[in-house]
């Protein structure tokens, strides 16, 4: 039927075996086996079989080669399981079609629309929960500077389609933007916020200039440069950003002039007769940053469903055609980095008021990998995706530091955050090779004649859609 679809596998050079008719090569699936343990052995050979450890002034190396054979074996047990699943879904012959797909997608939208109400819930009530302590405050307010910075990129990368490694940039404005505003003029968080959000849309501007005519990957090159051009200007420009030594005692959010100390004519606490609690001030940060990543993500949802919105994604599409059909992809281009970069510059002064001192080091490449992996393992477009992928991604670094079991079996000298990076790649690396578009790759129309009907990430190309 035309509008019937079969999945086939993709075979290339070390691609799973195939099944017979009656069973499994087990030979070749043996061998096959084999290979990826070698492999997993040659690659974990460097990380896990030395350690460096600290010998009074020096540094000395221990021997960890107990690891080489666990790794192999767990590549191993992986590969195996892999081409087990494979061969029960291939051998079932079964074909998706577009109704079925849609009937799966409907419900998939339900679930996760009902799971984003939970997840807003869940994020207004925190605070009152027993289990609310300083840690976990952190960590939420962490998570959420994360969501907010994820659905900024999601404009750029997800909707428009320009591949972005430079984000960071935009957060290192608007938070030197505040921390310079603030400690200079005197000026409150909530003057400078906005100011943080226009100089980095800016900026925004300057870098979507020369990369008009850029895609791909020669536009990745450019805005990762840009975001390093930013960083070294930061690290070398003392007389103005104070260089490495970074910028303190940058002023704290107030609540309409009440300020969150113990005491004192402007206090929060005297004022409304309550008891002093450090945790307060916590507090009222993680709720300034829940608003301002729920505004991130309604005037997102808006803009998707004006003509702007429809340009960003016709860009994702194909920019020819959009030339063709007399859109003004040079203003798509620039209104799409230049929103991105807008709500960047917000997340980065909340960062400056937060963290109460920023430098340079606080905006390396590493900042802008780590939300576009959020984006990507969220799908590439999905609001409620970035969010899913912020906390597992960043709470569940921070949960490899509570793992203290894990020392009764593999010794008291164990640390599990050694390993968060090692963790970190084997995470991105498994959800890419089982979920490719992303954990949600459903799409729904932004604007639709007659009922909006959601699709399988399955039946659109690239995931896009």
Same mark, same amino acid.
């Given at each position: ?7 086939t596998?993709? !075979?290339?050079?070390? =691609?799973?075996? =195939? ?20 492999i ?7 990380i &896990? ?9 020096? &540094? ?10 666990? =790794? ?15 061969? @029960? ?6 074909? !998706?079609? #577009? ?6 997608? #409907? ?26 302590? #300083? ?7 962490l ?45 409150s ?24 005519r850029? @895609?791909?990957?020669?536009?990745? %090159? ?6 390093? %051009? ?19 005692? %940058? ?25 002093? =609690?450090?945790?307060?001030? %916590?507090?009222?940060?993680?709720? /300034? ?15 998707? #469903?004006l ?24 203003n798509?281009?620039?209104?799409a ?24 080091e ?11 992996? /959020? ?18 991604? /960043? ?24 390993? @968060? ?24 129309p932004? /604007?639709?004649?007659? !009922? ?14």
């Amino acid at each position: 039927m035309a509008n019937d679809q079969t999945t086939t596998p993709v !075979k290339a050079a070390r =691609s799973l075996p =195939s099944a017979s008719g009656t069973g499994l090569d087990f030979g070749g699936v043996l061998k096959d086996c084999l290979f990826w343990a070698a492999i997993g052995a040659l690659l974990s050979t460097p990380i &896990l079989t030395q350690l460096t450890a600290e010998n009074f002034d020096t &540094l000395k190396l221990v021997d960890r080669w107990y690891w080489l054979p666990i =790794s192999a074996g767990a590549f191993f047990a992986l590969r195996l399981l892999a081409i087990l699943l494979y061969a @029960r879904g291939g051998s079932s012959g079964t074909r !998706k079609t #577009r109704a079925g797909s849609a009937a799966v997608s #409907r419900s998939a939208s339900m679930l996760f629309n009902s799971l984003g109400f939970i997840m807003l819930g869940a994020a207004v009530v925190l605070p009152f929960t027993p289990w609310a302590n #300083r840690y976990v405050m952190d960590v939420s307010i962490l998570i959420l500077t994360y969501v907010m910075l994820g659905w900024g990129l999601n404009i750029v990368v997800g909707l428009a389609g320009l591949l972005d490694l430079g984000y960071v940039a935009f957060y290192a404005v608007g938070a030197y933007s505040y921390a310079l505003l603030g400690t200079t003029f005197g000026w409150s968080f909530w003057i400078c916020l906005p100011l943080a959000g226009i100089l980095a849309a800016l900026w925004g501007l300057i870098l979507g200039l020369p990369v008009l005519r850029l @895609r791909g990957d020669y536009l990745a %090159i450019v805005t990762l440069a840009f975001g390093e %051009i930013i960083r070294v200007v930061l690290l070398n420009w003392v007389s103005f950003t104070n260089g490495p030594n970074g910028i303190s005692n %940058i002023p704290r959010p107030s609540f309409f002039g009440l300020e969150f100390k113990a005491s004192g004519e402007n206090s929060f606490h005297q004022f409304f007769g309550l008891t002093y =609690s450090p945790l307060d001030r %916590i507090i009222y940060l993680y709720y /300034i940053i829940l608003v301002l990543a729920l505004v991130t993500n309604y005037v997102t949802i808006r803009l998707r #469903r004006l003509p702007i919105g429809r340009a960003w994604e016709a860009l994702r599409e194909d920019e020819i055609a959009c030339r063709s059909l007399g859109l003004n992809t040079t203003n798509t281009k620039l209104t799409a980095f230049a929103m991105g970069a807008m709500f960047g510059g917000f997340a980065g002064s909340f960062f400056a008021t937060r963290q109460g001192f920023i430098s340079p080091e606080s905006f390396n490449f590493m900042e802008s990998a780590t939300i576009l992996a /959020i984006v990507v393992l969220g799908g590439l477009g999905s609001q409620l995706g970035v969010v899913i992928a912020s906390v597992v991604m /960043i709470g569940g670094i921070e949960l490899l530091r509570q793992l203290d079991f894990l020392k009764a079996i593999f010794g008291p000298s164990f640390d599990p955050t050694q390993y @968060r990076m090692l963790i970190f790649g084997l995470a991105l690396v498994t959800v890419m090779v089982l979920r490719p578009r992303g954990i949600i790759s459903g799409r729904v129309p932004s /604007i639709a004649l007659g !009922k909006r009907q959601a699709i399988s990430g399955d039946l659109v190309k690239e995931g896009h859609g």
